[in-house]
């Protein structure tokens, strides 16, 4: 995932009975206050056990950490997912054509469904030192928080559902995800929303990441690799050719002068370059992956529209220094394409994420980020993504770590929001 926390939502600070209130509305046709379950048996025991068994959870965040799970190779931790779900009694464990890994909790009716996502894969390649590593409350380890902590929510969630015999009028099915994570493009959820539970589901929530927080607003993408060929040669001898490494580098000059609004936040990166073969040849290619963001899907489309133009000019520029009219080429590949969305505050979604934590006692703040929700968002099904709990430090990174001190907040968070959104 990336996150940013963007607002403190004031909502979070108005009265209680006015929250109660203004939640109390809009929860008659779509969610209910979760504070009003709280009086249920059942899921005060699984709350108080989600509590109670969080050394469980901890323990089962860094069993899953220690199983890689590479960008497309998801399967081995996907397994252990599998094995988990079917000892803790979920319905119809399944494993879907992408490796997505489902299991139903029955409620009294199919709908509404509910979908409770984690994902499974990370950002580190295959060979990546994964064994985790503890300094007190700190977890040591690359996707200890990102995102096996989701998946071991996930799995805390289920347990201690089970365990409490929560019943519910909805069924909620439990993902254990692929395809999160950077070139993986979100193929997984795109795969559960386009065919595995294609129309089938009502409300979504991922679990990705840490702290207690709703993620609202779906930063989109838009990735490319970009590779420009020419005929190479002797860097003497041959002298005189179009360079594609010189078009490359008055594509990315152009790049690096375009214009972009403050507000909605759009973005852009020239992150990766590579191409030629030595010092002494004129390069036969170049190629550079390029990234572009925003929360709104028309200045992404801006955005997208001049990195195109400027690519196509440099090529232009480049053989026309050479008069060599068409001897670089360029091909400009989208290897990301994650769609900008939203779920609106005001939305039963949104509100029940926040008031679940207020209910329970602490605050989640607003953010905006990119993750699987901006599927669902861009599908306008409501859609949220909210954190495991604890501290995260450093995701993506190697020195990846994970705060445990009083990480069972972002566990009952998630099984109280689970329970209320599942309700008609
Ligand atoms: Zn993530």
């Not at 001897?327 to 505050?345: C, H, N, Q, Y």
């Not at 980020?369 to 190697?398: C, F, Q, V, W, Y």
Request: charged letters at 20%; one cysteine or more; glycine letters at 12%.
């Amino acid at each position: 995932m990336s996150f940013t926390e963007v607002r403190v939502l004031r909502l979070a600070v108005v009265t209680g009975l006015a929250l109660a209130l203004a939640v109390g509305a809009a929860s008659a046709q779509e969610a209910p206050f979760p504070g009003d379950l709280l009086k249920n048996a059942a899921v005060k025991a699984a709350l108080d056990g989600a509590k109670a068994s969080e050394t469980q959870t901890i323990a089962d965040q860094i069993r899953f950490c220690e199983i890689p799970a590479p960008p497309f190779k998801e399967e081995v931790r996907g397994r252990e997912l599998q094995r988990v779900f079917e000892q803790l009694g979920l319905q119809n464990v399944r494993v879907d054509k992408v490796g997505n890994v489902l299991g139903d909790y029955a409620g009294a009716a199919q709908r509404p469904r509910v979908v409770i996502a984690a994902h499974l894969d990370t950002v580190f390649p295959e060979g990546t030192d994964v064994k985790v590593k503890r300094e007190g409350s700190v977890l040591h380890g690359p996707g200890i928080g990102d995102d096996c902590r989701g998946l071991a929510v996930l799995v805390a969630i289920v347990r201690e559902m089970k365990k409490a015999k929560v019943q519910m009028p909805g069924t909620v099915t439990f993902v254990a995800n692929v395809g999160e994570e950077g070139l993986g493009d979100l193929r997984g959820v795109k795969e559960l929303f386009g065919a595995t539970l294609k129309d089938q589901i009502d409300r979504f929530v991922s679990i990705d990441g840490t702290g207690v927080h709703v993620t609202n607003v779906a930063v989109g993408s838009h990735r490319y690799r970009v590779a420009f060929k020419g005929p190479g040669g002797h860097s003497f001898g041959a002298f005189g050719l179009a360079n594609p490494i010189g078009a490359m580098g008055r594509a990315i000059a152009k790049i690096e002068e375009m214009q972009v609004p403050k507000s909605p936040k759009t973005t852009f990166n020239v992150g990766r370059i590579g191409g030629g073969t030595s010092v002494n040849s004129i390069p036969f290619d170049g190629w550079m992956e390029v990234d572009m963001r925003s929360s709104d899907p028309a200045s992404l489309a801006a955005v997208d529209a001049n990195f195109q133009k400027a690519v196509d000019a440099a090529v232009a520029e480049e053989n026309q220094r050479w008069a060599k009219p068409g001897m670089i080429t360029v091909v400009k590949e989208l290897v990301g394409d994650r769609p900008a969305g939203s779920t609106p505050e005001n939305s039963p979604i949104v509100r029940a994420g926040i008031s679940a934590a207020t209910a329970l006692g602490f605050s989640a703040n607003l953010g905006e980020g990119s993750t699987d929700s901006n599927i669902p968002m861009s599908m306008k099904i409501p859609a949220i993504t909210i954190g495991g709990g604890g501290r995260g430090r450093e995701a993506h990174a190697l020195s990846e770590s994970f705060d445990t001190t009083d990480s069972w907040m972002g566990t009952q968070h998630a099984l109280l929001l689970t329970v209320a959104l599942a309700q008609k």
